[in-house]
Every structure is written in structure tokens, then in C-alpha cells.
């Protein structure tokens, strides 16, 4: 029997089409998708899943969940997507020959392992039966993309005790999967667009006191600022070891942004221990190939601010420049943010820096690193 072209949706059908499709972001499927399809299709709890394949291994994006628990779904992020059936036995087959920008697939659990042999399973028995999950129902979205590797898994789930997802519930994701085809590939797209311009949009921003690395996957340094050069964050083999372990825990927690603070301590040279702030971003090139882009920041808290404050005379006005200074923003953006001409904003931070006996911004933050209560400082270990 050919389910292909076949609707249970009705008069509703319209309106969850158009909300599956407005939907801005992938946070915003959880409840139009997720839930709304789950429960026409009579499923108890639902997941969507963002793999990015890459040397033939799959990490996991985005990912949302419905009535799953937090531990259970984080267990299948951290591990159990490795052995996943529904993942691993089925490239996604082509539903419709209209022409798409993704390939949709609807398919069961059932219909991609032997059941005898699969309850036999460590996955069915350390992931699946404990979850409470019995019957999967898989709406699989392959976006075309440059390198082809990406896939999108909306998983629908029944627990034991109930029976497995009939022609009733295929009809409906059936029905349902050109419109999340489409959706998906679109914020596919708008995505890769964010990813080409990352790059340069942030360095555009950079300051003359911050700092960014450029690496490869193969954490091999394809370009840094000149402030990283200098030294002013502390060497490359200190900054190397901390951003190794930092994408090392990205990899492990399939995470594509991790932001950590490490202490230098460099008295030989500065007399000063420093926090070092690490945001690292795993994105693609034009070119497809993936890189880190790494920025560098020195941390330090309002209470250092309120206490230079008071030590040096700040007025409120200067306080609240610093403020947003340390924050890392340019004067222009300073400027927008206290709604202040930019020429003001050069007279108020002169002041502070007569104030303060500095010259320049990296003084000032390293002023508000040793005016920093030591408790306020983070360690990564």
C-alpha cells in the first residue's frame, strides 16, 4: 500500500504547515514540531537532532527535546547517537521526485532492525528500555548542501506497552515532511550564511587590546591578531594549552561554542596574574572545511570597577564608560550604547586614564585585573 500523497490532518492542516514554516530559528520548532506533530501523530515524547558529519563521524548541533527527560536525552548526546539504529541503518531515501532543496524520509525503528536481534542490543538495553521508549518513528531531513553533510533527525517515540507507529502515524509525517524538508534546509542556509560571515564580522570589531587565533581542524594556527604576537595574552604555548582542552571538552560534550577563563601567572614579566577569557566558535569556511576561531579577553568584574572608582575618582559617567570599554566594545559602540557623541566619550576616557596613571586600554584592564577579588576569578581545569 502506497501511503505517499495521503493526509490525516484535515482542516488544521493548513495552519501547522504555515507555523512549521514561519518558524525563525531551530528553538522555535520545539514546540510547533515537536510537540504539535507529536501529538497528531500519537507519540508520547519527541527529539530533533543536528548531526554534521565530518571525517565520517557524526556530532551533534542543535538539539531539542519534548517530554524526554534532561539526563535521558543527554545521555544520547554524549553517547548513545553512536549506535543509534535509526541513525546508522538507513541513509535517508528519497520520498517524493519533486524537486526539493532536501531529501525527506519517513521511516520506523522496526522497519531498520530485526527486532529479536535488536532487544539483544546494548543500546536497547542501557538507553532505550530504561528511557521508557519502546517504538521510534523517524522523519529524516538531508539538506543539499555543498559537501552533502548534514542530517536532520526528528525522532517521534512511544514507550512500551503501546503499539508501534502505524499507517495512520506514517500518513501524517508523510504528509508533513516536505514542509519540514523545506524549513529545515531553509534554516540550514541561514545558518551557513551566519557561519561565512562570523569571521569577518568579528574582526571587524577587534581592538587594538584584544585578540583572536584562527586554527584548522587539525588545531594548527592559520592566523592570529597582532596584539596574540606580542605576547600581550601570554604565549602561544599557553594559549595552546588551554584552547586544546577547551575544544577537546567541545568535541566530547558535542558542542559547537565553548567560552572558559584560564590564570596566567607571568611575574618574570608582568608581576601580574592574569584571567584569560577563551571564546572559541567551531564554524566552516566558504571553502567547507571547518576552523576555530578563537577570542581573546582579559576578565575582570564591576566590583574591580566600582572599587578603581573609588580609588581613583571616577565620576558616575566615567564608571559606566569603563563599564562598557571592558566589555570590549569600540568607541563608537560606546558612543550607541550611552547615547553619547563619540568626541565625549574620547574626553571621558582621557580622564580616566589621567585618573588611573595609564595610557592606553590594555593598562587600564590590567589595573582592573589587580583590583580583582581573587574569589572572582574562574579556573579551568
Known amino acids: 500500500m ?5 493526509s490525516i490532518f484535515s482542516n488544521k492542516q493548513t495552519r501547522l504547515y ?28 519527541s527529539t530533533l537532532l543536528h548531526f554534521q558529519r565530518h571525517s565520517g563521524k557524526y556530532t551533534i548541533g542543535h538539539n531539542l527535546a519534548q517530554g ?16 543509534d539504529p535509526v541513525i546508522l541503518n538507513r541513509e535517508p531515501q528519497i520520498l517524493s521526485q519533486a524537486p526539493s532543496d532536501a531529501i525527506t524520509d519517513v521511516y520506523r525503528l522496526s522497519d531498520v532492525c530485526d527486532q529479536s536481534d535488536f532487544v539483544r542490543t546494548e543500546y536497547y538495553n542501557d538507553f532505550l528500555k530504561p528511557s521508557g521508549i519502546r517504538h521510534v518513528l523517524a522523519l529524516a531531513v538531508k539538506p543539499k548542501t555543498t559537501n552533502n553533510d548534514l542530517l536532520v533527525v526528528i525522532g517521534f517515540h512511544r514507550p512500551q506497552g503501546m503499539r508501534d507507529f502505524g499507517d495512520n502515524a506514517l500518513r501524517s509525517a508523510i504528509s508533513i515532511a516536505p514542509i519540514v524538508g523545506s524549513t529545515i534546509a531553509r534554516l540550514t542556509f541561514k545558518e551557513k550564511l551566519a557561519q561565512q560571515n562570523l569571521l569577518s564580522d568579528n574582526l571587524k570589531t577587534i581592538l587594538q587590546d584584544t585578540g583572536y587565533i584562527i586554527l584548522d581542524d587539525a588545531l594548527q594556527i592559520r592566523d ?11 604565549d602561544i604555548v599557553f594559549l595552546m594549552r588551554n584552547i586544546s582542552l577547551a575544544i577537546g571538552k567541545m568535541a566530547q560534550e558535542n558542542r559547537t561554542q565553548i567560552n572558559i577563563n584560564s590564570l596566567r ?11 584569560i577569557n577563551f571564546d572559541i566558535v567551531s564554524t566552516f569556511s566558504n571553502s567547507g572545511k571547518k576552523h576555530f576561531l578563537v577570542k581573546l579577553g582579559f576578565v575582570h568584574t564591576n566590583v574591580a570597577i566600582a572599587k578603581c572608582a573609588q580609588e581613583f575618582g571616577w565620576t558616575l559617567r566615567e564608571s559606566e564608560i569603563v563599564i562598557t570599554l571592558s566589555q570590549g566594545l569600540t568607541n563608537a559602540q560606546i558612543s550607541q550604547t550611552l547615547m553619547i557623541s563619540i568626541r565625549t566619550v574620547e574626553n571621558h576616557l582621557r580622564s580616566v586614564y589621567s585618573k588611573a596613571g595609564v595610557t592606553s586600554r590594555s593598562q587600564l584592564l590590567r589595573q582592573l585585573l589587580k583590583s580583582t577579588p581573587a574569589h572572582h576569578f574562574q579556573h579551568f581545569t
Request: charged content about 25%.
Open 224 to 234: 592570529l591578531s597582532e596584539s596574540v604576537q606580542n605576547e600581550v595574552y601570554g
Open 18 to 45: 504555515g507555523e512549521i514554516a514561519q518558524c525563525p530559528d531551530y528553538k522555535s520548532l520545539e514546540n510547533t514540531l515537536l510537540g504539535s506533530v507529536a501529538k497528531k501523530i500519537g507519540a508520547e515524547t
Open 68 to 83: 524526554v527527560g534532561r539526563d535521558t536525552h543527554n545521555q544520547y548526546v554524549r553517547k548513545f547517537h553512536r549506535s
Open 265 to 275: 601567572t607571568d611575574i618574570d614579566r608582568t608581576a601580574l596574574n592574569e584571567n
Open 2 to 6: 502506497s501511503l505517499a500523497g495521503t
